[in-house]
């Protein structure tokens, strides 16, 4: 049996489809772990939640930050399309309830402990452990199953930007919210810049990518994440970062997860401007 994460897929079931034609995936002893972002800026992303969804228990999904976009669209409140969003045709769907319950079922973080893998679609804070990551996730999907409207109206903005046990309702799930599906750059005291989209060479002092953060809890751990198409592939200080901006007209990755994980990728047309996020 064999494990590969795919992440940043945003709508391109044709990149998809020849991906994972190219492992040779075989849904009766494989699994997939896809790392957020099914959907959105790519041309077909109620095709590519229909293909992953129908996998059934042969993929594990975490959300990412389009996703939850997409849920707090189609749960109103006030939260409209953004110009360069390309989610109608899930909005527009036959099938849109029942797409739309599967994907708010699913994890911001998700750990193996026999694979010796953890996933999640963009970081972690230096001060959460796995197992603390894991736990503060499961407030955020408690609030999505039980008063997801409450959730996507606090669930925008860019603070508080850092962590304290203190935090409470809508700061404390809005912050988790953004670690788990938004950072990238963290400075030497732990605090979290959600705005800077920039490659680490870019970055100003004293922003550093998160996985790179002294004393960060989680470095221990092997983790596979995504969202940073401006980073690309990565492997360093145990984490494995996969977003290769197949949407941009790069490649789509799989990462084979073991011992010694390979990459698989397949060549993407492009579908949006490099940089949007």
Known sequence: MATYAISDVQGCLEELEALIEKIRFDRRRDRLWFVGDLVNRGPDSVGVLRFVRDLGTSAVVVLGNHDLHLLAVAAGGGRDLKR????????????????????????????????????????????????????LAREVESALARRPAELFRDMYGDGPDSWHESLRGGERLRFIVNCCTRM???DGEGRVNFRLKVAPSEAPAPWMPWFKAPRRRSAGDRIVCGHWSALGYSSAANVWSIDTGCVWGDRLTALKLGPDPQTVSVRCRGNAKVGED
């Open 184 to 186: 990238r750059f963290v």
């Open 84 to 135: 360069k969003d390309t989610i109608r045709d899930v909005l527009d769907a036959p099938d849109r309830d029942e797409l739309l319950d599967w994907l708010r079922s699913r994890p911001l973080v998700h750990r193996d402990g026999e694979l010796g893998f953890a996933m999640v679609h963009a970081g972690l804070p230096p001060q959460w452990s796995i197992a603390q990551s894991a736990e």
